[in-house]
Structures are given as C-alpha cells and as structure tokens.
C-alpha cells in the first residue's frame, strides 16, 4: 500500500469520524456525557467490540491522533473501562503493526510514512541493544510517534518476545496519561461532560 492510499484511507476514516460527530451533536448526545454513554450501553458487549476494533485499526491507518481515540475510551466507558479498552485496542494494532512490517520489511515504511521521520528515526536501529532501549522511552512516553515506531520495531531484528513485552509492559503509562490528559482538558479547561 503507498503512503497516497494510507493518506486517503486516513483522509476517509476523519470524515467519517467527522459524519460521525455530526450525527452524535444532532442527537444530543455529545452536550450530555451520561446520554453519550447511554447510548453506547445500549449496544452492550459489541460498543466495546466495535470501540476495540477501532483502536487496533487506527494503529495500522491512522484516522484520528492516538490521544483522541483515548479520550473517546473514557467519554464512552468511563476511566477504567475506557483505559482497559483502549489497552486492548492499543496493544492488538500494536502487534499487527509489528507483525505488518516484519512480513513486508522497509519498503514498507517507505511506502506508508514520510522520509524524514525515516531518517530521524533510523539512526537508533543500527547500535545492537540501543533501539530496544530507546523504543521502550519512547513507547513509555505520550509523545512520541509510536505508530510508526511499532512499524519501525517490525523492520528491526528485536525479537517478538521483547518487542511484546515493551508493548505491554509501557504502553499503559502513555494510555493513561493521554486519556487523564484529554479528560481534564475538556472537562476542566473547556468545560465539556462535567
């Protein structure tokens, strides 16, 4: 797939999400929190599927930044429901994404991401041990461009077992900071589903 057809896909999962919003703001349901999350308890265990899914997917095709989508976990689930669900999500693309690139190798990343971030990137991946480490800071750490970084991971020689337990052990950190982040943004600062 080339980086246009991942734009494109990315350009129409946003308006979707875009329709989406639209329909939820007509329906009242984006001024009220307890009737956003009525709603989606009426779809009982397939809401969280659905929501699952989309995390995992958005992994491999962004459509919205990471932090949204853990914002939405905690609007739609509440704060522990709505970190373990964007866990699960989170992880699984995570694990796709690596399991992408190890079967498709570096032309890959070529293909689906910009060549400067390529280059600011690679220069960790050629020291044996060193990108394990930076990897780990920086799936730890909500800022980083962790996508493409789980792609990146799969085109290195890190062994499945360490690159999971990276996956699991840091992402939690960095879940929970953006979702706690977002949610007092918008409650606190903007004044939205208090």
Known sequence: ?????????SIAGLIACVVLSIWFWQQGLLSS?????????G????????FILFQAVQVVVPIL?????????VILFGPWYGFLYNYI??????????????????????????RKMIDRYDRWTNERGRFARWF?????IPVAPDDYLCFLAGTTE?????????????????????????TVLFQQVLGLWR
């Open 136 to 140: 780990a800071f920086l799936i730890f």
């Open 1 to 9: 797939m080339s980086m246009k057809w991942m734009q494109l896909l």
């Open 65 to 73: 930044p990471g932090g949204l989508g853990c914002l939405a976990g």
């Open 158 to 182: 890190i062994s499945w077992r360490l690159y999971t337990a990276i996956i699991l052990l840091c992402k939690p950190f960095a879940i929970a900071m953006y979702s706690l982040g977002l």
């Open 89 to 114: 999500g989170i992880c699984a693309g995570s694990l796709a994404a690596f399991a992408i690139a190890r079967n498709c190798g570096r032309p890959l990343l070529y293909r689906m991401f910009p």
């Open 33 to 41: 929190q307890e009737r956003l999350r009525s709603f989606v308890d």
């Open 43 to 50: 779809f009982g265990a397939a809401g969280a599927a659905v």
